[in-house]
């Protein structure tokens, strides 16, 4: 392997490259005054990377880039002596075509030291002819526009030229397309037109770094003076001040101090009270209805008014407490240990080193900057702290409340962050249990921890061992693990260690204890424990259900009825198509507004933390849920969900009809089903959807969802034909309207030619093949298998079901794997089989290539929305039904550990559940009305935003947490595994949407009912 190490934008970008072959093209080294041809391009490049891999072609001699992104580059290894032609520019003779619309290019030499010299040679105008570019300012080969040694960053050294091992071409990460063709590389002597370039270039460079310095200095000295006014304001210990929440044991020669500074005062929502002088600073939406107001009182604007008659008000939420002198902390001069009983501790000990992690953990509903932080500093020490003896540390030059610590290292019963449990549990016969010991120090890097390691299962109650066993080194701190298709590396940026315990089963609750550092958070084994996040989730969907009023017996958090009609909540059809112009476009739904008032539109989820929009894919989450239903009818059916009753149906079934009974209600005459309701625009910060004056819009129906949506219904009418056939025989009724509908629309399409010009249509045909099928299941009607096996992937037996883009049928093939013998092909029986197995074995692939058995069928699936805080195991689970092997449900388990607490932050991504849920996040109507936040809302989780920068996923990194007060190190060198920020209005991070919660459905149900 050869890292590469590039800069684009002052960002650095390690590009991890696959070498091939090794090929060496030794050249003698010519005079300096000859031309020197580095490369005419007469073979082709041996590797590739990032958007450029396998796209980057040699043609006629000649490298021709072509319709290809920026963020990638190709090169050659190389033998090349270049020190006599140290002066010498390099150059690119290349030219560029119409369709370009990048700005440069770039090249890189590599030393046998791994130096790497870059230029950058912008990209000319379009012609036929090739033209020679010098790099910007003609910088020699001595002085590369970017010097770097990824092993001495701040004194990278001289490109040693007598040694280049390695070439490349790369592109400027900017956002263009590159569509150029490079003739060759080549080194030009400098003439006088070229030195009188370098001295221009030299004098800018210069007055720049002189510029810079004088910035710099400047900063510095605005920094001393704001450190001085913060020293003098907040050094005052108070009530206020920051406080030491937890000391512990980190490693066994590293103590940890967790800080805690600030929180966020809650919204207090009331009817108003006017009071003299109050004045209304209205707010409006684009048609000038009112949308709500500010409340100024004592000329200060204190919070919002909202209703029909402005009748309700809540307070902004504030900001309270001193932050911490964060600078005093990383001085470990500032600390000092003292023991009794241990020696080494004798006479007062300062550590050796002190290093820091610090983010936010709360951002304001208002989205103010100042956030509440959490500081984690670890004290590294000469000597290991020994088991049971006691420990004073002094802190008194940080401003916390509580400076003289007191710790007992009773490490059976302390709590250490590098302990990671799952804290969902386990069944007693599930058939691996796993924890994981790691800690990143922040500014203090990687931790590796002793060898010969023990630990041991306690019983949370007692302290009482039952279970020991070693630990298992998984991941060395060079280490690679394989996520996504972005290069390998080790994503948690420290050693990992494993723990199993799965041989025991004895039913409890515990913890898992390592000799010398301390416990986890605690677990319980017993039967019910994934039935127990299964009812977490399922209750996530009941607290985010809409149109209906929530609140006691069923749920703590209280909602009025929203956005129904009946009171009055405008809902008019609009004539706007999702697959002709998108999923979300505000403007094109109010455009399309035919004032029709659609009195029954009321119901189904709300999308996410706000409300808009309630759409058809939602219904994937409901889908999980009635496949849970058939395969363990008896289980499921008896299941409490603790929701409003319906008459004779069990709950779980209740709730799969509450949200189909939406789009149902939505259904057209001639049976049409339209994307969903959609506001025009999103809902703000404070805002609450019983008071909201939005105006919704009810979309025209299309084929795709008028397809999922008969799947659903008639996967409904199936479950509960045995309970109760005269309902099921309603939704099956309208599960074959709303089929026929799409059957006739998409014929009339592709007659007239339009189908072409639907978006995705691939989904909607999978959605074809879906509904077909279940249809057929239901009614036995062999029409509907000659439409499955229209567009059915399974006729080849190899094939695979998940092929994004061109087909995803992992649906149809579980439930055609498990269809009566009588009623289906044989071989297509055989081949569905077999293509859910594939499945599953790629997903014990995936997991086997990280350390936290990170579990995906799709290898090339991003690494956002879901990817790390739900479970990835709904194919190991479906192969374990249909096979019965141990290692698929080995699998299911293990895809599981990352979401349930076996993470760096020792997080459960699933609110209210285990011991350390998520706390923050975004949901508008608990947090703009001041109650806690409901329980069962998975969040998105950790986001790859190294890959997905400049935009949704990235803003607040790029807008506020790239300050070193608001996160430390720069979010940029955090791990993966532990870059996620429980703070509001990280939107990408800590939202959800409602479909993504299906797998947790599926594999937590599974898991709780399977025999």
């Not at 032609?85 to 046998?112: Q, Y």
């Not at 989205?367 to 000469?382: C, D, I, S």
Request: net charge neutral.
């Amino acid at each position: 392997m050869i890292r590469v190490l590039c800069r684009s934008c002052g960002i650095f970008i390690f590009a991890a490259v696959l070498m091939v072959q090794f090929n060496i093209h030794a050249q003698q080294a010519p005079k300096a005054d000859e031309q020197f041809v580095i490369s005419e391009f007469d073979a082709p490049f041996l590797f590739s990377y990032l958007s450029w891999k396998d796209l980057v072609k040699v043609e006629n001699g000649k490298a021709v880039l072509k319709g290809i992104k920026c963020d990638g580059g190709a090169g050659i290894n190389a033998t090349l002596d270049l020190s006599s032609h140290a002066t010498k520019s390099p150059a690119l003779k290349f030219r560029s075509r119409a369709e370009n619309s990048a700005k440069s290019i770039r090249m890189i030499l590599v030393d046998a030291d791994g130096r790497s010299g870059l230029w950058e040679f912008a990209i000319p105008k379009a012609e036929e002819n090739f033209t020679i570019v010098t790099p910007k300012g003609c910088v020699p080969l001595t002085k590369p526009n970017i010097l770097e040694n990824k092993k001495n960053p701040d004194n990278p050294g001289v490109l040693d030229l007598a040694r280049i091992t390695q070439y490349q071409l790369l592109g400027d990460w900017g956002k263009g397309v590159i569509d150029v063709e490079v003739d060759a590389v080549v080194l030009v002597a400098p003439d006088a037109k070229l030195l009188a370039e370098r001295e221009a270039y030299a004098k800018q460079e210069a007055d720049a770094a002189a510029l810079k310095a004088k910035r710099d200095a400047e900063e510095k000295e605005r920094t001393a003076k704001a450190r001085e006014e913060m020293i003098k304001k907040y050094s005052v210990r108070s009530d206020r001040s920051p406080g030491v929440v937890l000391v512990s044991i980190a490693a066994p020669d590293i103590l940890s101090l967790t800080i805690e500074a600030q929180k966020i005062g809650n919204v207090k929502f009331s009817k108003y009270e006017p009071q003299d002088g109050d004045v209304k600073k209205d707010e409006k939406w684009s048609d000038g209805t009112v949308r709500r107001a500010k409340l100024v009182r004592g000329g200060k604007e204190i919070g919002w008014l909202q209703g029909e008659k402005q009748e309700w008000f809540s307070t902004f939420e504030s900001i309270e407490g001193d932050p911490l002198l964060e600078f005093h902390a990383d001085n470990p001069e500032n600390y000092t240990i003292t023991s009794l009983d241990d020696d080494a501790y004798k006479a007062g000990v300062k550590p050796l080193a002190a290093y820091r992690k610090s983010m936010p953990i709360d951002w304001q509903l208002s989205g103010e900057t100042n956030f509440p932080m959490r500081h984690t500093v670890y004290l590294k020490a000469a000597k290991p702290f020994i088991p049971g003896k006691t420990y004073s540390i002094s802190i008194n030059a940080l401003n916390v409340k509580n400076p003289d610590l007191t710790f007992k290292a009773d490490l059976q019963n302390a709590r250490s962050e590098s302990v990671h449990a799952n804290q969902i549990g386990y069944r007693p016969d599930d058939p691996a249990k796993r924890a994981f010991l790691s800690v990143w120090l922040g500014t203090g890097g990687p931790c590796k921890f002793p060898e010969g390691m023990k630990f041991s299962i306690l019983q949370a109650a007692d302290g009482k061992a039952v279970f020991s066993g070693n630990l298992e080194r998984i991941l060395e701190v060079g280490g690679k693990e394989d996520l996504y298709n972005k290069g390998q590396k080790n994503f948690s940026n420290t050693e990992v260690w494993r723990m199993d315990f799965s041989d025991f089963k004895i039913p409890g609750s515990y913890r898992v204890f390592v000799d010398g550092i301390g416990c986890s958070y605690p677990f319980e084994i017993g039967n019910a424990a994934w039935e127990k996040a299964f009812l977490f989730q399922m209750k996530g969907l009941y607290n985010n259900r809409s149109g209906i009023e929530l609140g006691p017996p069923y749920t703590d958090f209280k909602k009025p009825r929203d956005f129904n009609p009946a009171d009055g909540a405008a809902v008019t059809r609009s004539t706007y198509d999702v697959l002709v112009n998108g999923n979300e476009d505000f403007e094109g739904i109010v455009k399309g507004d035919t004032g029709e008032a659609v009195k029954d539109a009321w119901g189904g989820y709300h999308d996410a933390g706000d409300w808009n929009p309630r759409r058809v894919t939602h219904m994937k989450t409901t889908m999980a849920q009635l496949e849970m239903v058939e395969l363990y009818p008896k289980y499921f059916n008896s299941l409490k969900l603790n929701i409003p009753p319906m008459d004779g149906v069990p709950d779980i079934i209740t709730e799969a009809l509450f949200e189909i009974d939406c789009f149902k209600r939505l259904q057209l005459p001639d049976g049409g089903i339209p994307y969903g309701i959609e506001t025009k625009g999103d809902p703000a910060p404070g805002e609450l959807s019983w008071l909201t004056s939005q105006h919704a819009y009810v979309t025209a129906p299309n084929i795709r969802d008028s397809w999922f949506y008969a799947s659903v219904a008639a996967r409904a009418a199936k479950v509960l034909k045995p309970i109760k056939p005269e309902l099921a025989k309603v939704y099956e009724d309208s599960a074959v309207k709303a089929f026929n509908w799409a059957e006739a629309d998409y014929a009339k399409r592709t007659a007239d030619g339009t189908l072409s010009k639907l978006k995705e249509v691939w989904v909607a045909t999978d959605a074809r093949n879906l509904s077909a099928l279940i249809l057929y299941d239901i009614t036995g009607d062999k029409k509907y298998h000659d439409v499955f096996l229209q567009s059915t992937c399974l006729k080849d037996p190899k094939a695979d079901v998940f092929w994004w883009g061109k087909h995803v049928q992992c649906d149809a093939a579980f439930l055609y794997a498990r269809m009566d013998d009588a009623k289906t092909d044989p071989e297509i029986k055989k081949n569905a089989l077999a293509a859910v197995v594939k499945q599953a074995d790629k997903s014990l692939a995936y997991a086997s290539g990280n350390a936290y058995n990170l579990t995906s069928m799709d290898k090339g699936r991003p690494m956002f929305m879901g990817f790390f805080s739900t479970s990835g195991g709904t194919e190991l689970a479906r192969a374990h039904f249909l096979t019965g092997k141990e290692e698929y449900l080995r699998g299911a388990v293990q895809s599981c550990q990352f979401q349930s607490g076996c993470n760096p932050n020792n997080l459960v991504y699933t609110t209210g559940l285990g011991a350390n849920p998520v706390k923050h996040p975004l949901h508008l109507d608990s947090r703009s009305s001041g109650q806690p936040v409901p329980a069962g809302f998975t969040v998105f989780g950790n986001i790859d935003y190294w890959n997905w920068k400049g935009g949704f996923f990235d803003w607040p990194i790029a807008q506020h947490l790239s300050k070193p007060n608001v996160c430390w190190p720069n979010p940029y060198d955090w791990p993966l595994t532990e870059a996620y920020f429980d703070i509001f209005l990280f939107v990408s991070m800590n939202e959800f949407v409602v479909d993504t919660w299906a797998p947790n459905v599926f594999v937590w149900g599974y898991l709780s009912a399977r025999k």
